[in-house]
């Protein structure tokens, strides 16, 4: 059934917006296999006519091999598809028909015949009849009140003809291989939005089987859960009931695996989250309905820099070598994905894993099989790369548009962004803002433009469009840019190098201020300064307490961007690099040379300094689509870090070789995360020692090993792992969690996961105890409180790391910890009842 070629529909309107509206209509009632529908419509977005070169190009795009059925709508419209017709050669004319059927419900029924494998001429018959429940109800009952009755009959006949459709396609996967299938509720408060369908799209492309979903609280589906464009189309909201079909070998693991998922609400928080330490302040000021709205806090002055807008190919463009466009289009997609991926690693540093995951949408649509087939057939009938992907992704965003959920609409603005990324990167357009000084004026900006932004230089943002809960919006909060949103496109026609004051704390906005209106701005804005330079101007000198002793403060890295920010911050060693970064978002692992010249283009951002690797730290609550996990009541206790990596020993092997290879030429320590019992341990370090015969150069002078504290049992047996580890690092992120019982994300336990509990402090006091020669480190976010330093050191730490721009403050808090003073402390502290009295304990010191 998968392999059938269906009849292809174009619809041909005077009206853009019409055509669409209708296409969505039909969309809705889609009970089969893809269909491709073309719109030939209006002579752009707004005005309306018909275009027989535009209509010409839709006969060729819908046609997969079944030939194609049209619909039109009056006078020209007609005309212009005849004139079309002969443009056509002989063969490809021969394989159209042209239908009478009245557009709306003659489309939804085309549409559903067209799914279920109908031929041309069935299809165009049965458009044509689509009028005649509606006209046999309208005539009988014309002068009695229910006539809106009559015409809901109508509609439900058009209905009950596309299940019919989809009974076809359960009959004939029957025959073809068992088929299991189940049901869940949707329970994310958004729906299946673009992180949770992203989601449901990458751990369905995880296992060998084929796997539909039907809607079945609207009727819309079945769709391939393996196409995001399409999943999407399924409009599944809160409470909508969902069935899912699974055929194939993997057919049952697939059914299980996704139901589980479902049931974690697709791992969304739904409670909200708050960004976890270290990463982008929350969102200050008041948040107003409409006008300018702050959207990061801080205050700019400078010269305006108007952006360009978004590129467009206004004109359709042909090939004379689409093998050739072909690879160019592919090569624009593969360095958009690359771009993409760093951006996620970027937020995923800044502001966790929940925010990431909306690049997992971006990426899923760069790989969306819908997507590219379409392009790619474009091409295939002669149109050039950039119109056929432009063309594309129209459609795409188009039928994210015509949905019902206004925030499923919304994400139409992801796929424009996403297929403006790739355009700009096709046409050469130089859409990247490197070059932007002073105070960027933009439309809106995707994602990625804001990754790209260097906050030296720019001293604020003003969108005209945009929205403080925008990605953008979070990634310039992230990178300490101000910003606001919302200014209105007005904010378009200011010249540019015109003077202009934001303050994005409070979402204003002023073009060309007056002398007092600077100086006013300028008050405020050395104020927000004053704070952060301080800290600054010492980073880069040791940290030594006042009693002569070097505490090493060092970066949480998760991106090269990081190890630039480390280095200008004043990190002295990298004490944490979260190596899943180059692992997460992608369909396979990255190889030993991808991994080797990753870090060591890491150590070389940071000046060479000491980098902390740690391997893979996956599994609980960060899935890899290419790794098979179990399905887990309890994902946290269950395989992680370097329990899944022992697990799949495979991508282990690799990442230590990788690891040996970068010892050789730059400072390393190896770092093994979420060790439970010394066996762990040493298999790990077994392993290692393979990969150094692997190499082949013998063990690097400056490997170092140790290992993360995060289980409560590890750190109560420091003493049996010390023997084995030059260090320790404690990641009282994760060591908060389990001693709490307090699940890191959630917010509803947020106040028990209090990583100042003297129960997680006497765990922290346990290993500085136990530690003997062994290092002892923090990295959890614990350790970027400048507070919580005298704490640290009194419990025996030597060494913190945390996110790059708390680096300043800490190296300040640590000048000013007597550590005999900070024993006696900690010895305090460790006898309080709970984590108030300790920090009132700290607050006594200050
Ligand atoms: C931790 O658990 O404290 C830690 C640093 O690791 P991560 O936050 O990456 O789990
Ligand atoms: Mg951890």
């Known amino acids: 059934m998968g392999d059938l070629a269906r009849v292809g529909l174009v619809v041909v309107s005077h009206s853009s917006a019409l055509a669409w509206a209708a296409v969505g209509l039909a969309q809705e009632m889609l009970h089969g296999a893809p269909v491709r529908i073309e719109v030939a419509a209006g002579l752009d977005e707004h005005t309306l006519g018909t275009d027989a070169l535009a209509i010409h190009r839709a006969l060729l795009d819908a046609d997969t091999g079944a030939g194609v059925v049209v619909l039109m709508d009056l006078g020209s419209a007609i005309l212009s598809t005849e004139l079309a017709l002969d443009l056509l050669d002989d063969e490809a004319r021969a394989a159209v028909t042209l239908c009478a059927a009245p557009i709306v419900e003659g489309l939804v029924v085309a549409v559903v015949a067209a799914a279920g494998g109908a031929s041309r001429e069935v299809v165009a018959a049965e458009a044509t009849a689509a009028l005649a429940g509606k006209q046999a109800h309208l005539g009988g009952v014309g002068d009695s009140p229910d006539d809106a009755s009559g015409a809901s009959d109508g509609a439900t006949a058009a209905s009950d003809g596309a299940t019919a459709a989809s009974d076809g396609a359960s009959a004939a996967s029957d025959g073809a291989s068992a088929e299991v299938v189940g049901r869940f509720v949707v329970a994310n408060p958004h729906g299946l939005h673009a992180r949770p369908a992203a989601r449901l799209v990458q751990e369905a492309g995880a296992f060998d089987a084929v796997v539909t979903l039907r809607n079945l609280t609207t009727g819309a589906g079945p769709v391939p859960a393996r196409s995001l464009s399409r999943v999407a189309t399924l409009g599944a909201q809160k409470g909508h009931d969902i069935e899912v079909v699974a055929t194939g070998p993997d057919a049952r693991c697939a059914l299980d695996h996704l139901l589980a998922l479902a049931d974690r609400a697709f791992d969304e928080d739904l409670a909200g989250h708050a960004p976890q330490g270290g990463g982008a302040p929350p969102l200050a000021g008041p948040v107003r309905a409409s006008g300018p709205m702050p959207a990061s806090p801080g205050i700019g002055i400078g010269l305006a820099w108007v952006a360009a807008s978004a590129p467009v190919v206004a004109a359709r463009t042909t090939t004379d070598d689409p093998a050739a466009d072909r690879a160019g289009l592919a ?14 690693a970027d937020t995923a540093r800044d502001l966790g894993e929940q925010d990431a995951a909306i690049f997992d949408a971006h990426l899923q649509l760069l790989a969306d099989d819908d997507l590219l087939g379409d392009a790619d057939h474009r091409i295939g009938s002669g149109e050039g790369a950039p119109s056929a992907w432009a063309a594309a992704v129209a459609r795409v965003e188009a039928a994210f548009a015509a949905l019902s959920d206004p925030y499923l609409q919304a994400r139409a603005a992801d796929v424009r962004a996403v297929g403006d990324q790739v355009l700009a990167d096709l046409l050469g357009v130089e859409r ?28 604020a943002v003003v969108l005209a469009h945009g929205s403080p809960t925008a990605h953008c919006a979070i990634l310039a909060r992230a990178k300490g840019i101000p910003v606001v949103v919302g200014a209105g496109a007005a904010v378009l026609d200011v010249a540019a190098g015109t003077l202009m004051a934001v303050d994005g704390t409070a979402g204003e906005v002023v073009v060309d201020p007056s002398a007092e209106e600077v100086a006013h701005f300028r008050t405020l804005a050395d104020a927000f ?5 301080r800290a600054l101007q010492r980073a880069d000198r040791p940290a030594l307490t006042s009693d002569g002793t070097t505490v090493l403060v060092g970066a949480n890295l998760g991106s090269l961007a990081d190890a630039v920010t480390a280095a200008s911050s004043g990190a002295d060693l990298a004490g944490l690099v979260r190596t899943e970064f180059l692992f997460l978002g992608r369909q396979h692992a990255p190889d030993v040379d991808e991994q080797e010249a990753s870090y060591l283009a890491l150590a070389e951002a940071i000046g060479g300094r000491r980098l902390t690797l740690r391997t893979l730290d996956v599994g609980g609550d960060k899935p890899l689509g290419y ?14 870090g370097l329990r899944l990596s022992l697990a799949r020993p495979g991508l282990l092997a690799d990442q230590l070789l990788a690891v040996v290879r970068t010892a050789h030429r730059t400072p390393v320590s190896v770092m093994f995360p979420m060790v439970s019992v010394v ?19 013998g063990r690097p002078s400056g490997l170092e090993v140790g290992i993360m504290v995060e289980v409560p049992a590890a750190a109560l047996k420091a003493a049996a792992f010390a023997p084995f580890v030059d260090f320790f690092s404690i990641g009282t992120n994760d060591l908060t969690q389990y001693t709490m019982a307090a699940e890191r994300g959630s917010g509803d336990v947020a106040v028990l996961g209090d990583p100042y509990d003297p129960g997680v402090l006497r765990l922290i006091g346990c290993v500085g105890d136990a530690a003997g020669a062994a290092m002892v480190g923090v990295c959890g976010e614990l350790a970027a409180d400048p507070a919580a330093v005298p704490l640290l050191i009194g419990l025996g730490v030597h060494e913190l790391s945390m996110s790059p721009l708390a680096i300043p403050q800490v190296k300040d808090a640590v000048r000013g910890v007597d550590r005999v003073a900070a024993r006696d402390l900690a010895r305090r502290a460790l006898t309080l009842d709970g984590p108030l009295a300790v920090r009132a304990l700290l607050a006594e010191g200050r």
């Open 627 to 640: 790794v098979p996990m179990p399905v887990e009541a309890n994902p946290f206790l269950g395989l992680r």
């Open 432 to 459: 990247s803002l490197s070059g932007a000084t002073g105070v960027l004026v933009a439309t809106d900006l995707t994602p990625a433009d804001v990754a790209g932004l260097d906050p030296v230089r720019v001293a």
């Open 331 to 344: 090569a624009a997609i593969g360095r958009v994905t690359e771009a993409i991926r760093a951006v996620r």
């Open 529 to 533: 300064d004053a704070a952060r330079t």
């Open 679 to 697: 066996p762990e341990l040493l298999e790990a370090r077994r392993l290692l020692g393979e990969a150094i015969e692997r190499d082949g150069r």
